[in-house]
């Protein structure tokens, strides 16, 4: 296993980075990876797919070992959304009056999906108010729900949903499907709660864009259909053109087309860094991280939402926000990012979203940037 500073020393982002949540500057391995794939492209032509197919089967193993699941219930696609869309239209074959449960208030990538599933029928969407628990379903619970939707981490909160507790409810008949891109390569969470998860590789698992795990697992391949699936989602699509022709066992299904293989091969690099470390240790540093930063920021008269949550779910994550109560928030943004600290403001809110590899330091430039805008 990799010690945790031979893992920080992939890292070079700046010191006052605490954007992680909108996207991660990639890792050395993964530069190493983007770098050799471009260079095998230029030299090599056709000659370089065969190493890039090395490459994603090398990728979906990992992604395997990571989420307790086989190669082939792996697939690779575009985006974390490419694989909500895919997820959704999966059901676009389900019986009339299926409903899926989707809070409202989840990341519009992981709402949208769902809402163009069912303007295209056979699919009716229950928007919830909230974040959603075991309570908030159990109470939407009747016998036209097929499935659950919901974010792992939500983006703007961080909180942390309690899957395994959503999926005791739900039970083995129905589909929990996880939007996990706030989630994966940052906290620990109940990865086997998921029958379908989504996560691109840009955020916590610091791989850049261009390619995202889909997973589908074996215990609920029967309740869906592949209703994105393409060409590369079928059996012998050209030597035998007899269309339609059957699907391809697994996650595969419900591809579009063949991924990108460059952004699969970095995907892969960021996922094989999170397996060598191990989630606990990045979900315990990111926590220690975060609360050094909450207390500096109180200390300074902000006002904090969420934090670490200790590692269990449905408490916090590596997400936090904070507001100076009478202060304008466009200007207390602007004062961080004056003083070198990248953030996102969001309504009256500021989102802190430090990584492993977050400089403990930071939180007194952090303090300092308040207290300037307080007297603003």
């Known amino acids: 296993m990799r010690s945790v500073p031979e893992y920080l020393r992939q890292f070079g982002e700046p010191a006052g980075y605490l954007d992680f949540a909108r996207f991660g500057p990639v890792s050395a391995s993964v530069h190493e990876v983007l770098v050799r794939s471009a260079t095998q492209i230029r030299d090599r032509g056709w000659g370089a797919l065969e190493a890039l197919d090395v490459a994603g089967e090398e990728a979906a193993r990992t992604a395997a070992e990571l989420l307790g699941c086989a190669p082939h219930e792996i697939a690779f696609v575009g985006s974390t959304s490419h694989g909500m869309f895919a997820a959704a239209h999966a059901f676009a074959a389900a019986p ?13 990538g992981a709402v949208y999906p769902w809402l163009r599933a069912a303007g295209n029928g056979g699919l009716a969407v229950r928007l919830l108010d909230g974040p959603v628990t075991a309570d908030v379903v159990r ?52 990865v086997d709660a998921a029958d379908v998860l989504a996560s691109g590789g840009q955020k916590w698992l610091r791989s850049g864009w261009g390619a995202a795990l889909l997973l589908v697992r074996d215990r609920v391949a029967g309740l869906l259909g592949p209703g994105l699936g393409g060409w590369s989602g079928v059996l012998d699509p050209i030597d035998a053109p007899d269309h ?18 460059p952004a699969v091969a970095a995907l892969g690099a960021g996922l094989a860094l999170v397996r060598d470390v191990g989630a606990a240790r990045i ?35 590596g997400i936090a926000r904070l507001r100076l109560p009478g202060a304008d928030p466009q200007a207390v943004h602007d004062a961080l990012t004056r003083e070198g600290l990248s953030t996102t403001r969001r309504g009256d809110w500021i989102r802190l979203s430090p990584h492993a590899s977050t400089d403990p330091h930071v939180a007194a430039r952090l303090a300092g940037a308040l207290k300037l805008a307080a007297t603003g």
């Open 244 to 261: 339609p022709r059957p699907a391809r066992p697994g996650a595969v299904a419900h591809t579009l087309t063949n991924p990108d293989g």
């Open 96 to 108: 009339a009056g299926s409903t899926v449960l989707v809070s409202r208030s989840d990341f519009p």
């Open 139 to 190: 109470a939407h619970l009747d016998e036209r729900v097929r499935a659950v939707s919901v974010c792992a981490v939500d983006s703007a909160t961080g909180f942390r949903a309690p899957l395994a507790a959503i999926k005791e409810v739900i039970g083995p008949g129905r589909v929990l499907v996880v939007d996990a891109v706030q989630a994966l390569g940052a906290v620990e969470f109940a």
């Open 283 to 317: 979900d315990a540093r990111i926590g220690e991280v975060l609360g050094v930063l909450l207390d500096a920021a109180r200390a300074a008269g902000a006002e904090t939402s969420g934090g670490p949550g200790g590692g269990g779910e449905g408490g916090g994550s």
